[in-house]
């Protein structure tokens, strides 16, 4: 499977968000790192058809996703950095409430509901509201709904914020858990976040990309083009090379 933008541009009034990218994702796990406002979830809500590209289009095995219409959708699974959680759900009730916007049936949901809460070590709190979650936790369930439908292609917006060092770890794992054969895309600001879990670093910064690379856990299939390409080895210091003024 092959996930492509061309040119992908889009503008709001005179700022540029995303300016002319040209990637090519494949299987494996992509950290899209950049600090605030370098345009890293307006490139995921293009990517998810959530926001249409003022310029450039993309692609799936070469086909233009804007006439794909559903069965593109079918694909992703999409964790927004905001999410929407309805606190007097229970775990399970919000996961089945999401499986049927969704589109699964009865059964498929309950079955899918149950299986994802273990995967994400939610198991035991099924029945608990989720008023009563740690931060931790609610991003696992918002985990678990994003894989409801099986999909091909996950998209993450900071993950990892607000979570305590347990929990990072504990999402690394997760991660890991289920990226065979999907193309994985997590946004962060945080290095670390991103160097032990991604396999290729994407850097962006003014809706443009400055830099690719691939980390130690190298993807053999993965290409991207544009940005400078090199070896993710030193990525703290890239990092502050790049956005260390706006940073400090
Ligand atoms: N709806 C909008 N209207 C106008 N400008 C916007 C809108 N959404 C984003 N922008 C601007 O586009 C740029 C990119 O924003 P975006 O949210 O994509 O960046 P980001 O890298 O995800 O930042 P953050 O880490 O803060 O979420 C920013 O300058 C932002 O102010």
């Keep these: 499977m092959q996930l492509q933008t061309k040119q992908l541009t ?3 009034g005179d700022k540029t968000a995303v300016n002319h990218l040209n990637l090519i ?21 293009l990517l998810c058809g959530l ?6 289009e993309i692609l799936l095995n070469g086909k233009p996703v804007s006439q794909m219409g559903a069965a593109f959708a079918g694909l992703l699974g999409y964790l927004p950095q905001q999410f929407p959680y309805y606190p007097d759900f229970t775990a399970g009730e919000y996961l089945r409430y999401m499986a049927a916007v969704k589109g699964l049936g009865r059964e498929e949901a309950q079955k899918r509901s149950g299986e994802l809460l273990s995967a994400v070590g939610l198991g035991r709190k099924e029945g608990e509201k989720i008023r009563r979650f740690s931060g931790g936790m609610k991003q696992r369930l918002g985990i678990a709904q994003a894989l409801l ?7 993450f ?6 979570l305590d060092p347990k929990e990072r770890i504990r999402f690394r794992s997760l991660l890991h858990s289920f990226a065979e ?8 600001h945080i290095v670390s976040d991103v160097e ?4 290729i670093i994407l850097m962006m910064k003014d809706g443009k990309l400055v830099y690719t690379g691939r980390t130690d856990r190298t993807a053999e299939s993965a290409r991207c083009i544009g940005g400078q390409a090199g070896a993710a080895d030193n990525l703290e210091k890239l990092y502050l090379y790049y956005f260390g003024e706006e940073e400090a």
Excluded: C, H, W
């Design 51 to 56: 926001q249409k590209p003022t310029e450039g």
């Design 10 to 12: 889009k503008k709001y």
């Design 181 to 188: 054969n999907k193309i994985v895309l997590l946004s962060t």
């Design 157 to 162: 917006d900071e993950p990892t914020a607000g």
């Design 149 to 155: 439908n099986d999909p091909k292609i996950l998209i």
């Design 196 to 199: 032990n879990t991604a396999d």
């Design 25 to 45: 994702f494949s299987n494996g796990i992509y950290g899209l790192l950049g600090a605030n406002g370098a345009g890293k979830t307006t490139l995921m809500r």
